[in-house]
């Protein structure tokens, strides 16, 4: 019975047509997540017959303008360049509110535990231009200034998220992202699970049931139950143990897979602007279980290491979730490009001439490197018709509310990188949506991106180069779990 299902998916991407538009999708319903084939493509992830080019996603990514083998090609291009970029003083210091009241319900203390902690930086010890005091200075920078650090921050039309003002409470503080990682917390259960409700169910356009329509291996994605699994197969850890023998693999991740959220007998449409909505919000969840996967505490030997059940239990037997980290990693690296410009002339101010210069060049050898690849993602298909600025109206006010969310989420670190990437994708948003190519430039528009935008979307760009990054490490886990002897001589990741 299983067999004759998974045969519904045998589609490749490649030969599947994308509606560009909300006018111009095709007639009938429409499964997004049904291609490639769920287990084959999660196969795929973990191995490959031909040790020499093994465990490659195929395929176009899905309303992307790339494919997989693509994405990873830049991604190695550009790994060392994003992470020794987010090291620097501009980008590694991000000023935030981690105390705010969630909005939206009463939320219980924030989680005790000293990995939930953040550990904040004295303002003294940060560039003058940075702090409080001139920040809040009433007086207006020299003519001619690209920095313009004394003007309030408004919340503007073309804003997709909510971004903190330094102004308004005593408890926006600094910290120095280098020494609060993204890692397992051990925060979960029902105020997480609460978060991820409120974000999928209040805020995608109720399209998730839509979205995961016809895809068996769609489990609960907002993690309020799941499939149980023979005791045999659950360590310690609360994880199935992934097997060892490649024969075990296509029956383990069919054991995984839930029913679909949806039914079969919905004639609805899902256009491609709710698709890549949907996408994003799907991308971040999972890229943060990733996080979570990759710097994983083993409270027996008390190590910090990538946890490969952790990983094949809560994404790897998902391929929804691995398309969607693809596909928003797509959308990061346009806007990363489209910004170039911008930046070329912005002023960093970091207090050092020479750091500013190095910073400006890293900068602009970083987005070189992205240049000479193809567009990745097109966001002149989006928002065109009669109904386009409604559309995008929904759109940009659905995901101001998911930034306001993050304030529910009851870790601190868990909060401060929510909040971070929840910014970090609204900036992209702001950059492809909101302004042409032609009005990015610093000294005619001298006050189009705070400082907290820039340094949360490059931080977000190596979030996501981080988890394509892991989902590499953990395939060699794989290899070598399963034939150590036969894949070692073939790794190079």
Not at 49 to 59: E, F
């Amino acid at each position: 019975m299983r067999s004759s299902k998974l045969l519904l998916y045998s589609i490749s991407l490649a030969t599947l047509l994308v509606s560009p538009t909300l006018q111009d999708s095709v007639k009938g319903p429409q499964r997004p997540l049904q291609e490639p084939a769920p287990v084959k493509f999660v196969e795929d992830v973990l191995l490959n017959d031909d040790p020499a080019n093994y465990c490659k996603p195929q395929g176009q990514i899905k309303d992307a303008c790339c494919d997989y083998q693509s994405i990873e090609s830049i991604q190695s291009d550009v790994f060392n360049k994003i992470q020794d970029l987010t090291r620097t003083k501009f980008f590694r210091h991000y000023r935030a509110n981690l105390w705010k009241d969630c909005p939206f319900w009463n939320e219980e203390a924030l989680c005790t535990n000293r990995d939930c902690s953040v550990a904040t930086t004295d303002e003294n010890v940060l560039p003058i231009d940075w702090r409080k005091d001139a920040l809040s200075a009433v007086q207006l920078p020299s003519k001619g200034s690209l920095f313009q650090p004394f003007e309030k921050c408004t919340y503007k039309d073309q804003d997709f998220c909510l971004v903190d003002d330094q102004l308004d409470s005593d408890n926006v503080v600094y910290i120095d992202l280098t020494e609060n990682p993204e890692r397992f917390t051990g925060y979960a259960g029902p105020s997480s699970g609460r978060v991820w409700k409120a974000v999928y169910e209040e805020n995608c356009f109720d399209i998730v049931h839509q979205m995961t329509e016809g895809c068996k291996t769609c489990n609960n994605i907002m993690n309020l139950g799941e499939k149980p699994i023979t005791e045999k197969k659950i360590e310690k850890t609360g994880f199935a143990h992934v097997p060892e023998n490649k024969d075990d693999l296509h029956q383990f991740l069919n054991d995984l897979a839930e029913e679909s959220d949806g039914g079969d007998d919905s004639n609805d449409e899902v256009c491609l602007e709710k698709r890549v909505y949907y996408r994003l919000i799907s991308g971040l969840h999972s890229s943060i279980s990733i996080h979570i996967c990759d710097e994983w505490f083993d409270r027996n030997t008390g190590v910090w290491g990538p946890n490969l059940d952790c990983f094949v239990n809560r994404i790897g037997s998902h391929p929804e979730r691995l398309q969607n980290v693809y596909f928003t990693y797509a959308l990061l690296l346009r806007a990363v490009n489209k910004i170039g410009p911008y930046l070329d002339k912005y002023e960093y101010r970091t207090g050092s001439v020479e750091e500013d210069l190095k910073t400006r060049s890293m900068v602009h050898d970083l987005i070189e490197s992205t240049v000479s690849c193809p567009s990745t993602f097109n966001e002149h298909l989006m928002f065109k018709g009669p109904k386009a600025q409604m559309l995008k109206t929904e759109f940009r006010d659905h995901f101001r509310n998911v930034s306001r969310i993050m304030d529910c989420v009851g870790c601190e670190k868990c909060r401060l990188w929510g909040k971070l990437q929840t910014v970090g994708l609204g900036t992209a948003l702001k950059v492809l949506f909101s302004y042409e190519d032609k009005s990015l430039d610093p000294v005619k528009n001298p006050d189009l991106f705070e400082r907290g935008e820039i340094v949360a979307l490059f931080n977000t760009f190596n979030r996501f180069s981080e988890s394509i990054h892991a989902i590499k490490t953990f395939r060699k886990m794989y290899i070598d779990k399963m034939s150590p002897k036969v894949c070692s001589k073939f790794i190079n990741i």
